[in-house]
């Protein structure tokens, strides 16, 4: 086990945007798959993996890099250490990133999903509030623990282990009216 962690480390060191990258959309992959076998309870002939790799995509290519490169720049302008420090940095996350990251990642599911611009103008309309409050009641808590004692290098990987069920609501809610569609 130690052999895999030491892996991870210096390949973290040598290749962080590329790692963060593969992690975020693993993770995101996981929490699409919760959301299909234990939310909307599918069985395995019916699991949709093109959906799943969507995800992945989704956090491969937008998830991990805007997170790691978004920690970077909240350790550069505000600092890395104390408890005042931790506190600004969920203050500018759940200010500024949060809302435009759920923007944003609605957004790519909805292009994902093939829908056009209205329809996912309107998708945002009718989930971005919804997702966005609850979005406060599960962050901002997980961000202070994570600015206040995860160093840098760490702080994607642990925001990415705890969306594994964030992002199993987010699948779920982005997937509701596809699933209904198919249903009907």
């Known amino acids: 086990m130690s052999g895999l962690l030491n892996l991870y480390r210096n390949l973290l060191r040598k290749y962080p945007l590329r790692m963060q990258a593969i992690q975020a959309g693993a993770l995101m992959a996981l929490g699409d798959q919760i959301a299909q076998n234990f939310v909307e309870k599918r069985k395995f002939q019916d699991v949709d993996y093109i959906r799943t790799a969507k995800f992945y995509a989704i956090g491969f290519c937008i998830g991990g890099p805007a997170t790691y490169t978004w920690y970077g720049i909240l350790d550069k302008y505000i600092g890395s250490k104390g408890g005042v420090v931790a506190m600004k940095k969920v203050a500018c996350d759940q200010l500024f990133f949060a809302p435009c990251f759920i923007g944003v990642l609605l957004s790519s599911v909805g292009f994902m999903q093939g829908n056009d611009i209205n329809s996912i103008r309107e998708k945002l309309r009718e989930e971005y509030l ?11 808590m997980v961000q202070m623990v994570n600015f206040a004692f995860v160093p840098l290098q760490y702080q994607v990987l642990v925001v990415q282990s705890v969306a594994v069920l964030w992002n199993s609501y987010v699948s779920y809610r982005t997937n509701r009216d596809v699933l209904h569609k198919a249903n009907s």
């Open 130 to 140: 919804e997702i966005l409050r609850n979005n406060y009641k599960v962050w901002p």
